[in-house]
């Protein structure tokens, strides 16, 4: 999970950098509450010792809202082209991501 995180950082890199160039000024944007919220939830159930599969529930739960976020705005009509173009992109990776939550979880169920 700690690439994964790596992974949103840059993404959230890559959509300030073009929002700035768009805009033409600096825009900083965060990760979303609820992502910086999941990632911090698992780390802490880690830390005390949470199960593997409630650690799974909770990455599932933070790529579903991922997931939920990157349909959205790709919803938005007036998005423009080179933003679209990367958030397409990120949206591959993130439904990637999905599946592999979703892959543990299928397994360690299986156990």
């Known amino acids: 999970f700690t690439d994964e995180a790596s992974y949103r950082g840059k993404f959230a890199h890559q959509l300030e950098t073009a929002l700035s160039a768009i805009a033409g000024k ?4 965060g990760g979303t509450t609820s992502g910086t919220l999941h990632r911090a939830w698992g780390e802490l159930k ?3 010792g949470g199960s593997d599969h409630t650690l799974l529930e909770s990455a599932e739960q933070g790529e579903e809202s991922a997931k939920k976020t990157y349909a959205d705005a790709l919803n938005e ?6 933003i679209r173009a990367i ?8 439904h990637k991501s ?6 543990m979880r299928h397994s360690f169920a299986a156990a």
Not at 77 to 82: E, G, L, Y
């Open 46 to 48: 880690g830390n005390l």
């Open 26 to 29: 600096h825009v900083e944007e």
């Open 87 to 94: 958030l397409e992109e990120q949206q591959v990776h993130i």
């Open 98 to 103: 999905y599946e592999r939550v979703m892959a």
């Open 77 to 82: 009509p007036d998005i423009p082209t080179p």
